[in-house]
């Protein structure tokens, strides 16, 4: 892992609001699964979070954060969004609506705030690690702080 390299848009809002998080730099040429992250930053898995885009039956849009060795269970995601149904958003429609590339996509910075949350097992855990934005960069905080760089929900997601 290298040592500093340039920020994202993620750390540099974490730093503005102030707020403690640990910052991971790694090379890869293409985006690692979550759970080879875990591996090459030698954490547990069940702590390395993924951010996944929906679209509601309504058309609106949601984000959530659930453990990489799990999936979505879209069923418990459309019910904590109050919609009938969600399914993932297509990856090409991904960066247009976020920002974010797929591999890439943190749940904060994005070109617009969407109704998110995270799994409930985050609850359990003393931090998260979750994607900073850019492939090859990730960032590790307390739930407590990611709630305080963005409106996030607690809720049961987790297929797993």
Known sequence: MADKQEKTNVMRILDAKKLPHE???????????????????GKDARQVFKTLVTTGKSGNHY????????????????????????????????LPLTGYVHG?????????????????SAKQL????????RIGRQVEMTLDDLQKAVRIRVCDLSDG
Do not use: Q, R, W
């Open 104 to 120: 890439g996509c943190s749940p904060i910075g994005m070109k617009k705030y969407f109704p998110t949350f995270i799994d409930s």
């Open 63 to 94: 984000v959530f954060m659930v453990p990489v060795t799990g999936g979505l269970d879209l069923k418990k995601a459309a019910h904590a969004a109050g919609e009938k149904n969600v399914e993932m958003l297509k990856a090409k429609d991904l």
């Open 126 to 133: 003393p931090t998260v690690v979750f994607s900073a934005g």
């Open 23 to 41: 910052c991971y730099y790694f090379d890869c040429a293409e985006a690692p699964s979550g759970e080879e992250v875990a591996a090459i930053l």
